[in-house]
C-alpha cells in the first residue's frame, strides 16, 4: 500500500537537511497554534458583540469590535505563528506550567458567586500560553513518528479548516446577528440569543481539555534532559518556589489594581523577568532567548486582544436574559399614571 514518506527520506542523510527538516515542522506546529488561538478569540469576539448588541446601551463598543480590519488580523495571525515556532519546546512547557498554575489558583479563588467576567479575562490573557500548550503537545505527540512532517501537514489542514469556520461564524455574526435575531429566521443567531451564557462554558471546558494535555506533554518535555533524579530534584525545586512566588504576587496585584491593559503588562513583566533569573541559574543560554522571545508574544496577543480588554473592563457583561427583560420591561410594566381629577377653577 503506498504511503507518503517523510521528507528526510527523500534526499541523502545530511546534518543539514535534519535541521531543515526540524525547522519545518518548528514552523508548521507554530501556525498550528497560532490558528488555536485564532479560533478562541473568534469565539470571544463573538460572545463580546452578541453582549453588546442585546444591550442597547453598548452600541459604540459594538461598532468598535465591527471595525477591526481582516488585514490586522492576519498579520497578527503571521506574527504569532513566527514567536511560537522560534520560542522552543522547552522554555514553553515552562510558560504552559506558569500559567496552569496561575489559572487553577484563580478559578479557585473565584468562588460559585463569580460572574462570567472574571473567566472571560482569564481567556483573554491565555493566548499565548494556549498557542504554547499545543505547540508543546504536538512537539511531545510527534516525537519520534515516522511520518512527523506529514501528520503535522494534516494537523495544519485541520486547524486551518477550524479557523475559516470560526472567521465566518464571527462575519456572519457581526453582519446579521441583529436583523436574524429581530426577524426570528436564522437558527444560528437564534441559538446565540438564547444561549450566548453557555459560551464561556464551553470555551472554558475546552482550553481545559488543552490545556490539561500541554501540561502533561510540558512535564514529559522537561523531564527528559534529566539524567538523573537528583538533576530533576535540583531543577524542579527552585521552579515551585518561583511558581509559588508568582502566583501569590498575581494574586495580591489582581487585588489591588484594576484589570486593564497596562496592569496586565506589567504583569507580564513581572512572570517573565521572575522566569528569567530562575532560568540564569537553572536553565540554558538559550532558554534565556526563549524567555525574551516569551516576553515579546505574550505583548503581541495583548494587542491583538486590546478591545477585548477595554470592553471587558468597562462593561460586566449581563446575561442575555437580563438583557432581554431590560428591552421589554418599558414597553411592558410602564407604570400608568391615573388620570387626576382637575379642580375647579377658583371664582
Not at 533524579?229 to 502566583?247: D, G, K, M, Q
Request: contains cysteine; proline residues 5%.
Amino acid at each position: 500500500m503506498f504511503s507518503l514518506p517523510s521528507l528526510p527520506s527523500w534526499l541523502p542523510g545530511l546534518p543539514s537537511l535534519e535541521w531543515g527538516s526540524s525547522l519545518l515542522d518548528s514552523l508548521l506546529q507554530g501556525l498550528i497554534g497560532a490558528f488555536g488561538v485564532s479560533v478562541l478569540n473568534s469565539f470571544l469576539k463573538v460572545y463580546f458583540f452578541v453582549a453588546c448588541a442585546n444591550d442597547p446601551q453598548r452600541q459604540l463598543e459594538k461598532e468598535r469590535l465591527r471595525a477591526q480590519w481582516a488585514s490586522l488580523e492576519t498579520v497578527h495571525l503571521v506574527g504569532l505563528a513566527l514567536f511560537l515556532s522560534v520560542v522552543g519546546a522547552r522554555v514553553a512547557a515552562l510558560v504552559v506550567l506558569e500559567f496552569s498554575l496561575r489559572a487553577v489558583s484563580t478559578l479557585l479563588s473565584l468562588g460559585k458567586g463569580s460572574t462570567n467576567t472574571e473567566r472571560l479575562q482569564l481567556y483573554l490573557l491565555c493566548q499565548f500560553s494556549l498557542g504554547c500548550g499545543l505547540t508543546c503537545g504536538l512537539s511531545f505527540l510527534q516525537e519520534g513518528a515516522p511520518h512527523r512532517t506529514l501528520n503535522l501537514l494534516l494537523s495544519l489542514g485541520l486547524a486551518a479548516l477550524l479557523n475559516w469556520g470560526s472567521r465566518c461564524l464571527r462575519r456572519h455574526i457581526f453582519c446579521l446577528y441583529e436583523l436574524h435575531s429581530s426577524q426570528r429566521y436564522c437558527g444560528v443567531c437564534l441559538g446565540l440569543l438564547a444561549g450566548q451564557h453557555d459560551l464561556p462554558r464551553f470555551l472554558g471546558r475546552t482550553l481545559a481539555v488543552a490545556f490539561v494535555v500541554g501540561d502533561l506533554a510540558a512535564v514529559a518535555v522537561i523531564n527528559k534532559d534529566f539524567l538523573s533524579t537528583s538533576e530533576a530534584v535540583r531543577f524542579w525545586t527552585p521552579l515551585t518556589i518561583c511558581y509559588t512566588l508568582l502566583v501569590i504576587y498575581m494574586q495580591e496585584e489582581q487585588r489591588q489594581q484594576r484589570f486593564s491593559l497596562q496592569s496586565q503588562v506589567q504583569t507580564v513583566l513581572v512572570r517573565m523577568g521572575g522566569l528569567f533569573v530562575l532560568l540564569l541559574t537553572v536553565g540554558r543560554w538559550l532558554d534565556l532567548l526563549g524567555i525574551l522571545i516569551s516576553l515579546l508574544g505574550e505583548l503581541w496577543c495583548l494587542t491583538g486582544v486590546r478591545t477585548l480588554i477595554d470592553l471587558c473592563q468597562i462593561q460586566g457583561f449581563p446575561s442575555p436574559r437580563a438583557a432581554s427583560a431590560a428591552r421589554t420591561t418599558p414597553h411592558q410594566h410602564q407604570p400608568s399614571t391615573p388620570a387626576q381629577p382637575q379642580s375647579p377653577a377658583p371664582t
